[in-house]
């Protein structure tokens, strides 16, 4: 919501905001270094919860616990927050170019390679399609898993999340190596006009990811449409609730004034 609605802004209406508050400026890129990451945690905590609780070690089954997913979550909320902390320091408007962008030339450097290309598209592919296909492997190997055909919605989630993160990530980590990679050449306007759109398509793409998920699993889960049905029914109901109190203490009040 705050990063894909900023986009639309900007392109659609040609309202930049980074262009022109330098608060703006600093919160987006926080906001999309600490929230896409933490999202992203937890897609891969989430995968290798899996393999731990369908495998066949003790130790590793006893390592899937709410508790230490607590924990853990705890500690990686705080790691990617202080890990935003220099988006708040180093970004602001650049007096030549008038656009948002890193003041310090190492953080520069570190964006595009570090982040952009190691913490935000290679290492969540690999450690999804890694303990995605483990966790897969687990529970055929595991006979009565298997007869009780345990593993289908289970499995279908793990390949429609690594399917997502694969189509969204591996294209946006490309374009960022080839933006990485002609960083110093000279380009013609053609060529820029190109880059620009094929940015602006990596981008929408790179949201799927995000946005995708819920639909794809109402899709492949029945268990997931039951608790979200289960969830809309208590919604409504509590809705019906509010609205019935308010009639009533409306009525109370409006019999007492007369």
Same mark, same amino acid.
């Not at 999340?161 to 946006?172: A, D, F, H, K, P």
């Given at each position: 919501?705050?990063?894909?609605?900023?986009?639309?802004?900007?392109? /659609?209406?040609?309202?930049?905001?980074?262009?022109?508050?330098?608060?703006?400026?600093?919160?987006?890129?926080?906001?999309?270094?600490?929230?896409?990451?933490?999202?992203?945690?937890?897609?891969?905590?989430?995968?290798?919860?899996?393999?731990?609780?369908?495998?066949?070690?003790?130790?590793?089954?006893?390592?899937? #616990?709410?508790?230490?997913?607590?924990?853990?979550?705890?500690?990686?909320?705080?790691?990617?927050?202080?890990? /935003?902390?220099?988006?708040?320091?180093?970004?602001?408007?650049?007096? +030549? +170019?008038?656009?948002?962008?890193?003041?310090?030339?190492?953080?520069?450097?570190?964006?595009?390679?570090?982040?952009?290309?190691?913490? #935000?598209?290679?290492?969540?592919?690999?450690?999804?399609?890694?303990?995605?296909?483990?966790?897969?492997? #687990?529970?055929?190997?595991?006979?009565?898993? =298997?007869?009780?055909? =345990?593993?289908?919605?289970?499995?279908?989630?793990?390949?429609?999340?690594?399917?997502?993160?694969?189509?969204?990530?591996?294209?946006?980590?490309?374009?960022? =190596?080839?933006?990485?990679?002609?960083?110093?050449?000279?380009?013609?306007?053609?060529?820029?006009?190109?880059?620009?759109?094929?940015?602006?398509?990596?981008?929408?793409?790179?949201?799927?990811?995000?946005?995708?998920?819920?639909?794809?699993?109402?899709?492949?889960?029945?268990?997931?449409?039951?608790?979200?049905?289960?969830?809309?029914?208590?919604?409504?109901?509590?809705?019906?609730?509010?609205?019935?109190?308010?009639?009533? #203490? /409306?009525?109370?009040?409006?019999?007492?004034?007369?």
């Amino acid at each position: 919501m705050v990063n894909l609605i900023s986009r639309i802004v900007m392109s /659609g209406d040609g309202i930049d905001l980074t262009r022109t508050s330098v608060s703006w400026c600093k919160i987006r890129y926080f906001c999309v270094a600490t929230l896409s990451l933490l999202s992203l945690t937890c897609s891969c905590l989430a995968t290798i919860d899996q393999y731990f609780a369908t495998s066949q070690n003790v130790s590793l089954r006893r390592l899937s #616990n709410i508790k230490l997913a607590h924990r853990i979550l705890v500690v990686m909320i705080i790691v990617w927050l202080c890990h /935003g902390i220099p988006f708040l320091v180093f970004y602001n408007i650049s007096s +030549t +170019t008038n656009t948002c962008a890193s003041t310090n030339l190492s953080f520069a450097v570190y964006y595009p390679s570090v982040y952009f290309i190691t913490l #935000n598209c290679t290492i969540p592919v690999l450690i999804m399609v890694i303990f995605g296909y483990l966790a897969y492997r #687990n529970i055929h190997s595991t006979r009565i898993l =298997a007869e009780q055909q =345990a593993d289908r919605q289970l499995v279908r989630m793990i390949l429609i999340e690594t399917l997502l993160i694969m189509i969204s990530y591996i294209q946006y980590g490309v374009y960022g =190596a080839y933006m990485l990679m002609t960083s110093n050449v000279i380009k013609s306007p053609n060529r820029l006009d190109i880059e620009a759109f094929v940015s602006t398509m990596s981008s929408l793409i790179y949201y799927l990811y995000f946005s995708g998920s819920c639909y794809m699993f109402l899709l492949s889960s029945s268990r997931f449409r039951q608790e979200a049905k289960n969830q809309l029914r208590f919604w409504r109901k509590h809705n019906q609730v509010n609205s019935e109190h308010k009639y009533v #203490n /409306g009525g109370c009040i409006k019999s007492i004034h007369q």
